[in-house]
């Protein structure tokens, strides 16, 4: 390989399942691009990326794969940090290795951690993409969240029927509060790191929920083909994409392909088409977006 050929860096979470396994091989075909993926276990991935373990589901992990890419890339810097793994439960009782609920932990903490190590080693121009979804929207999910406790979110009671749901949609709100404090950072403004939440809208053929029994993912998929279908014909955000569309998508995000319009960081994918709708009130509320990022700096142990 000629050294002298600048490269551009990815770094991407949630690369070897569903649509983020889709968005990787787009943007794998790209010329001149060093591609590092964290993977938890065995995983699929297209020649010549690198593969660093990782499981969110331990920020000590997390940790160890920050300063792994960084020690990796020497002098070299991040030009886009994707994050995009993402899980949902079937109910809120399981837990991380460090005691949090596991889908906050994962989805939201680990990111949240994660960017906070790695921000700092990113590109002047670059891109920093974040996957949330329109389920933390209550105009859009009626089961959305309308308020906003970190801590409860972390240390759940038992939630019974629909809490691991619940505990997916308050997730997504916090990748989409944690995206807007990070792009109101002076640093990233400075840098003119540009900072985007994508939701990759209603996807079939996705990994979420694959802790759920064989009868449960029958009946959602049922759901999603009936009653979502039927709902789709009046409310486009009900309408079933594809995993290969919605990963698309995500690499057009990620290279700088589709961009949202000035002063806007949230784009969200409607019929296979990418449309820049406000988020939730909840979501643009400047107290809530300071809130979860100071109690979760102090639950992942940074200031």
């Keep these: 390989m000629d050294q002298a050929t600048p490269q551009r860096v990815v770094v991407m979470t949630g690369g070897t399942a569903g649509l ?4 990787l091989r787009h943007i794998a075909t790209q010329p001149d691009t060093r591609i590092i993926i964290g993977v938890r276990g065995s995983g699929t991935v297209p020649r010549g990326a690198e593969v660093i373990p990782l499981d ?7 940790r160890d794969f920050a300063d792994a890419v960084t020690r990796q890339l020497g002098d070299a810097r991040i030009d886009i940090l994707v994050l995009n793994a993402g899980m949902q439960t079937s109910n809120a009782e399981a837990r991380s290795a460090d005691g949090y609920e596991l ?17 700092p080693h990113m590109a002047d121009h ?32 038992k939630g019974g029927f629909g809490s691991g749901v619940r505990a997916y949609s308050a997730s997504k709100l916090c990748n989409l509060l ?28 996705t990994s979420l929920g ?7 993912r029958m009946f959602v ?52 088409q990418p449309t820049f709708p406000d988020p939730s009130e909840l979501a643009r509320n400047q ?10 700096a102090a639950m992942v142990g940074i200031e």
């Design 20 to 23: 983020g396994a889709h968005a």
């Design 287 to 296: 107290d809530a977006q300071d809130r979860l990022w100071r109690e979760s």
């Design 56 to 62: 969110l589901a331990s920020l000590d992990s997390v």
């Design 126 to 157: 670059g891109r920093l993409v974040i996957t949330t979804s329109e389920t933390h929207d209550p105009a859009v999910t009626p089961i959305a969240p309308k308020t906003l406790e970190p801590r409860t979110l972390a240390h759940p009671g």
């Design 221 to 272: 998929t049922l759901l999603m083909r009936t009653v979502f279908r039927l709902v789709g014909l009046f409310r486009p955000e009900y309408v079933m994409g594809t995993p290969e569309r919605s990963g698309e998508a995500l690499a057009e995000v990620s290279l700088g392909t589709v961009t949202p319009p000035p002063g806007r960081i949230y784009i969200s994918l409607v019929k296979g």
């Design 103 to 119: 889908t906050f932990a994962v989805n939201h903490l680990a990111h949240y951690l994660l960017a906070r190590l790695l921000v």
């Design 210 to 216: 694959r802790d759920s029994s064989r009868a449960r």
């Design 178 to 205: 944690t995206a807007q404090s990070f792009a109101a950072l002076d640093e990233v403004k400075a840098r003119r790191i540009s900072v985007i939440a994508f939701s990759p809208g209603l996807t079939g053929g």
